[in-house]
């Protein structure tokens, strides 16, 4: 089970792993992965700018000029590093287009997507984006 600030994501992807107590009683162990039910609703309090599209984050930021969104590109991909977690992501002059999902858990929305997410959101607001 997901849990990122108070918050609880349940749902299944290829490390669901279900067990049955000695009282039959069925339980679901999840590797962090989170299906799209509910999901949108509860990252729109974690990451507001960012949008669930096909168990995708997906975030459009537009900067003043082509050197805005490269110092932009440069500065997530330090935290991308730090994070060792990578963005898929175009650019096209002054538009950055971001979309986020962790390869290793099958292409999920995971905890290392909110939380680079975050961190995309706040050097956009350090860089005065959109």
Same mark, same amino acid.
């Given at each position: 089970?997901?849990?990122?600030?108070?918050?609880?994501?349940?749902?299944?992807?290829?490390?669901?792993?279900?067990?049955?107590?000695?009282?039959?009683?069925?339980?679901?162990?999840?590797?962090?992965?989170?299906?799209?039910?509910?999901?949108?609703?509860?990252?729109?309090?974690?990451?507001? +700018?960012? =949008? /669930?599209?096909?168990?995708?984050?997906?975030?459009? $930021?537009?900067?003043? !000029?082509?050197?805005? @969104?490269?110092?932009?590109?440069?500065?997530?991909?330090?935290?991308?590093?730090?994070?060792?977690?990578?963005?898929?992501?175009?650019?096209?002059?002054?538009?950055? +287009?971001? =979309? /986020?999902?962790?390869?290793?858990?099958?292409?999920? $929305?995971?905890?290392? !997507?909110?939380?680079? @997410?975050?961190?995309?959101?706040?050097?956009?607001?350090?860089?005065?984006?959109?």
């Amino acid at each position: 089970m997901l849990r990122w600030k108070g918050y609880e994501v349940n749902g299944s992807c290829k490390g669901e792993q279900q067990h049955q107590d000695g009282d039959g009683v069925q339980t679901r162990e999840r590797s962090g992965c989170a299906e799209t039910t509910d999901l949108a609703t509860r990252l729109a309090a974690l990451v507001p +700018q960012w =949008t /669930l599209v096909d168990g995708t984050l997906l975030r459009s $930021v537009v900067f003043e !000029d082509f050197r805005a @969104a490269m110092t932009f590109i440069g500065r997530v991909a330090d935290e991308a590093e730090r994070l060792n977690h990578h963005p898929t992501w175009t650019n096209t002059y002054n538009r950055v +287009q971001i =979309t /986020l999902t962790t390869h290793d858990a099958g292409n999920q $929305v995971t905890e290392l !997507d909110i939380e680079l @997410a975050e961190q995309i959101d706040r050097l956009t607001s350090e860089l005065s984006a959109d």
